[in-house]
T-cell receptor
Framework: SQTIHQWPATLVQPVGSPLSLECTVE??????LYWYRQAAGRGLQLLFY??????ISSEVPQNLSASRPQDRQFILSSKKLLLSDSGFYLC???????????FGPGTRLTVL | GDSVTQMEGPVTLSEEAFLTINCTYT??????LFWYVQYPGEGLQLLLK?????DKGSNKGFEATYRKETTSFHLEKGSVQVSDSAVYFC?????????FGAGTRLTVKP
């Protein structure tokens, strides 16, 4: 069966510091991968998606970036965090863009 | 563009009450429809789905029927429990694009 992991579970970072969040999927090959952000008490915002290694599409302009160095690994990064980057970051995978998305446990990021 | 509208929360019910969370969508053609549940501090879990008109998705006592004529996918449960307290998201996939509703927070009191 397929599983999706996110690391770390929680993170507290000062403004201006760098960020690296990791997402890995097991039990499937060549998945579509997604990064979402959920601000406190709000809905989901799609940040990035990837249909293959090295292929990244950005949905909104921001100071975040994403990379996919391996088939089942998706990384969310920032060179300098802003207060507004605080939130709950969710990674998801699907077999294709038309299929069900399955979510990871999330990373709670607090920028102080 | 495609969109999903779900009833605003929060919704507060007593244990064993009947639950309905309304969800309507806007899309041309036939999207696939989903309900996800998010428990506090966790990611989203797929609760149920339906991929064509008149399909009924069901899981853990929850049900939703894909109604093309009313463009709706309302979530129902006959008897809620305290453990059902969570945020519920309605969503669709159409033309390889996924859209989520804003979420409805449900609190069930003993």
């Amino acid at each position: 069966s397929q599983t999706i992991h996110q690391w770390p579970a929680t993170l507290v970072q000062p403004v201006g510091s760098p960020l690296s969040l990791e997402c890995t999927v097991e039990g499937t090959s060549n998945p579509n991968l997604y990064w979402y952000r959920q601000a406190a008490g709000r809905g989901l915002q799609l940040l990035f998606y990837s249909v293959g290694i090295g292929q990244i599409s950005s949905e909104v302009p921001q100071n975040l970036s994403a990379s996919r160095p391996q088939d089942r690994q998706f990384i969310l990064s920032s060179k300098k965090l802003l207060l507004s980057d605080s939130g709950f970051y969710l990674c998801a995978w699907s077999v294709s863009s038309a299929d069900t998305q399955y979510f990871g446990p999330g990373t709670r990021l607090t920028v102080l | 563009g495609d969109s999903v509208t779900q009833m605003e929360g929060p919704v507060t019910l007593s244990e064993e009450a009947f639950l309905t969370i309304n969800c309507t969508y806007t899309a041309t053609g036939y999207p696939s429809l989903f309900w996800y549940v998010q428990y506090p501090g966790e990611g989203l879990q797929l609760l149920l789905k339906a991929t064509k008109a008149d399909d009924k998705g069901s899981n853990k006592g929850f049900e939703a029927t894909y109604r093309k004529e009313t463009t709706s996918f309302h979530l129902e449960k006959g008897s809620v429990q305290v453990s059902d307290s969570a945020v519920y998201f309605c969503a669709l996939i159409h033309n390889n694009d996924m859209r989520f509703g804003a979420g409805t927070r449900l609190t069930v009191k003993p």
